[in-house]
């Protein structure tokens, strides 16, 4: 037991280790200044973070289309996963704020860009505890949460741009993030439709909104910026 309990502390010690030489790279490459080249830690860092999002994002659709073929009734939980993926992207967001300290926290709401992925992250959790309670009180008010904030995220991210001093970065960045806003906005609509069309309608337009979530999902998870 002691030596158990000793290799766990020193697993916490070297992931604490790591967490710190992570947060001492990325203070060292200009986060503050977005005009500057980015480093490869930056970069990196944001890669990962859209990647992750979007293996959880890819699963969210997954569980979408097999809760709606009513096969697995476990399944209709699948907002849940989007509460899970709240608080990671909220760490994995923007580092030059709380996450190292090198933009002050009210400087740094006052970025656009930075404020409209705060925008972004309560629409995240908004639309996995709205779409949660929808789907164990059918017929509720809840059902419209899911299509009014997929519809408000994809004209966040169809209008959302990004300030860098690198044109091809730029352009990576612009094209994916307007890819990701249609398919937000194919969500919302088709969900949308579902709710307010006849029932063979809408159950046609119902099946598009689940495999158009497992896409967007596909566009994070093979994201770049160079």
């Known amino acids: 037991l002691v030596a158990a309990v000793r290799d766990v502390e020193v697993a916490v010690r070297r992931e604490a280790a790591l967490g710190d030489h992570l947060v001492l790279r990325l203070r060292g490459a200009a986060l503050d200044d977005p005009l500057s080249p980015r480093a490869e830690e930056d970069i990196a860092w944001s890669e990962f973070g859209h990647n992750v999002s979007g293996l959880l994002i890819v699963a969210v659709g997954g569980l979408a289309i097999l809760a709606q073929s009513g096969r697995a009734r476990w399944a209709r939980h699948w907002p849940l996963l989007f509460v899970a993926l709240t608080p ?43 779409e949660w309670r929808a789907q164990r009180r059918p017929g509720s008010a ?30 990576f960045m612009e094209v994916s993030h307007l890819a990701m806003g249609v398919m937000s906005l194919v969500v919302g609509w088709a969900r949308w439709l579902e709710l307010r069309l006849p029932a063979a309608d809408g159950r046609t337009a119902g099946r598009l909104w689940g495999p158009a979530l497992l896409l967007f999902g596909l566009l994070l998870v093979f994201y770049r910026e160079t």
């Open 88 to 130: 990671f992207v909220a760490y994995n967001m923007d580092p030059e704020g709380w996450q190292t300290g090198l933009v002050g926290f009210w400087a740094h709401l006052l970025d656009p860009q930075v404020l409209q992925h705060k925008i972004l992250l309560v629409l995240t959790a908004l639309f996995g505890l709205g």
């Open 142 to 171: 809840w059902a419209y949460v899911l299509p009014v904030v997929a519809i408000a995220s994809g004209i966040v991210l169809i209008s959302h741009t990004h300030l860098v001093g690198d044109a091809r970065t730029a352009f």
